[in-house]
């Protein structure tokens, strides 16, 4: 696929080193001791010039003593961390933008870390490493690819071997990236819009209550000036993504942002345009993403097609033909078109839409049991972590009760360690005005009625005027001879408009309980109603209650 060539911006990855255990740390400690207290250097890499600073900072870490539990001697008096601070050197990046700074700390099994108040702890490290040295590299507006070369040839200028940072362990992980586009002010309002991918990602994608659900959607900048779009995100878990991008492993945050000063700048000034950006989210998953070659292939090709399918969604351009289309260069991205992009996959935003739309009618119209309708209405009420257990204390249901009403609301409902919550802030919002709905029929009947003509005439009680008002509100008719099966007319139901015959026998039969008729009765009673088409329905009451 041809398409408009995200560039990368921030980056960070933790890289471990064993291969020559402390020598790599002693190096530095050497180098910055011989240069008094620093050393700074000059190196080029591909025609560029790079500039690298080497000096150090107090650590946390215990002195482990004249040798460390692996028999290694441990002659330093003091333990220091050491930092190269690596820049582009070229009139393009006068404010150093394009940059990383790589954190040298040593490991070693057993080692502890001293707090502020004298107390220890022991720091985790592989139990596969015996010791060596962590490298923490931060970086923006470099290729990620290229940060291992860089760090090599940056220790190498401040004369520290390069061999020693040759080959990183497996446990090396990335921790943070994020791939950007920069569009045209005039053009990226269908990204952040209400009904644009962003908002409805977040939308529908997302459970309604867990740790990893993130939306965010902020119109004014630091200083209070309105600029819309000036800060929207949502943040996505794995199994979020996948529901788009079934291909995908990596938790994102989509992004629509502006930089600090964007509402200043002049529209030549490429600042004044936002970006459109997918970063790596490591802390919305369980698992790790490696920092070797293969990883950051796949990190790469899957922020790519998120923001492809991003910028199409919103119907923009991805190729434009003539200029750069909706698109502004800057000084890292090149907004150029080139080959070789996977296509991305449509985002169906409207199928998922429709789609949880059509599992919450179904639910409602086929009729909720008095178990399932108090389960979700605690979802839909109770912000914080609900559990199985919580329910049934809180609505007085035993607990194998409320499972199995929640067993057979699985497309609604989402089960996890414990926990619940609704598949998305979608059906949480259908759910809501589902109850809130049924409920105010039945509360603004009752009260309506209770005050009514009848009730005074009969000197009913508000119990009795409840069941009148309901009786009243739905039109149905009790045919309630002494010697004669009960009946219950309901009229006239529309599927698509009308409550479902078994939320309306429910409701009738607690207010027939609590006006203290014969309960045996109403469940023996014949149920009946007919269609918009004519169609007549008959059914036991007792079949309606179940």
Not at 243 to 262: D, G, Q, T
Not at 310 to 331: N, Q, S, T
Not at 360 to 367: C, E, T, Y
Not at 462 to 470: D, G, I, K, P, Q
Request: aromatic share 8%; with cysteine; glycine share 6%.
């Amino acid at each position: 696929m041809r398409a408009i060539k995200p560039a990368w911006h921030e980056f960070a990855a933790n890289l471990l080193f064993a291969e020559d255990g402390l020598a790599p740390y002693f190096a530095a400690d050497s180098q910055v001791k011989a240069g008094g207290g620093s050393q700074r250097a000059r190196f080029e890499v591909a025609g560029e010039c790079w500039n690298v600073k080497l000096y150090y900072q107090d650590s946390g870490i215990a002195h482990p003593g004249p040798s460390l539990p692996t028999g290694t001697e441990f002659r330093l008096q003091e333990i220091r961390e050491f930092r190269l601070h690596v820049s582009r050197a070229s009139d393009e990046d006068a404010v150093g933008e394009q940059s990383f700074n790589a954190h040298i700390a040593p490991r070693w099994q057993g080692m502890e870390v001293e707090k502020d108040d004298g107390t220890r702890f022991e720091m985790d490290v592989p139990e596969e490493l015996d010791e060596g040295v962590n490298v923490r590299i931060q970086g923006s507006n470099i290729n990620a690819f290229r940060y291992s070369r860089l760090l090599k040839r940056a220790a190498e200028a401040v004369g520290i071997s390069m061999g020693y940072f040759e080959d990183p362990l497996e446990f090396s992980n990335t921790q943070d990236a994020e791939r950007y586009v920069r569009v045209h002010t005039d053009e990226s309002g269908p990204v952040h819009a209400r009904d644009g991918p962003i908002a409805t990602m977040g939308h529908l994608l997302e459970d309604d209550r867990t740790g990893y659900r993130k939306v965010v959607q902020n119109d004014d900048d630091e200083h209070g000036r309105n600029l819309p779009g000036y800060y929207h995100t949502v943040t996505l878990g794995p199994e979020r993504v996948q529901e788009a991008f079934p291909s995908h492993e990596l938790p994102v945050e989509v992004k629509h942002y502006y930089a600090r000063e964007a509402y200043e700048r002049d529209e030549s000034d490429p600042l004044a345009h936002p970006k459109v950006g997918m970063s790596y989210q490591v802390s919305r998953w369980d698992d790790t993403l490696g920092a070797d070659e293969e990883a950051l292939a796949q990190l790469e090709r899957e922020l790519d097609r998120v923001l492809h399918a991003v910028l199409i969604d919103a119907d923009l351009d991805v190729c434009p033909e003539h200029g750069r289309g909706p698109f502004v260069e800057d000084a890292y991205f090149g907004a150029e078109v080139a080959e070789g992009f996977e296509e991305p996959p449509t985002l169906e935003m409207a199928h998922i839409h429709h789609e949880q739309e059509s599992v919450v009618l179904k639910h409602v119209k086929d009729g909720l049991s008095p178990v399932e309708w108090e389960s979700l209405e605690m979802l839909v009420t109770d912000g914080g972590e609900v559990s199985p257990a919580d329910i049934a204390a809180e609505k007085g249901r035993h607990v194998d009760s409320v499972r199995e009403a929640l067993r057979r609301m699985d497309d609604l409902v989402q089960r996890e360690y414990g926990s619940l919550s609704l598949r998305s802030t979608y059906v949480a919002e259908l759910v809501h005005d589902a109850i809130q709905r049924a409920e105010e029929a039945v509360r603004d009947a009752a009260s309506a009625t209770a005050k009514g003509l009848e009730a005074a005439e009969r000197g009913l009680d508000e119990r009795t005027s409840a069941l009148l008002a309901f009786r009243d509100r739905y039109n149905i008719d009790y045919q309630n001879k002494r010697d004669a099966r009960l009946k219950i007319r309901f009229g006239e139901l529309d599927p698509e408009a009308d409550p479902s015959p078994s939320f309306l026998a429910k409701r009738a039969f607690d207010l027939w309980t609590q006006a203290k008729q014969d309960t045996e009765r109403f469940r023996s009673a014949l149920v009946e109603w007919t269609r918009p088409g004519g169609e007549r329905c008959r059914i036991d009451a007792w079949r309606l209650l179940a």
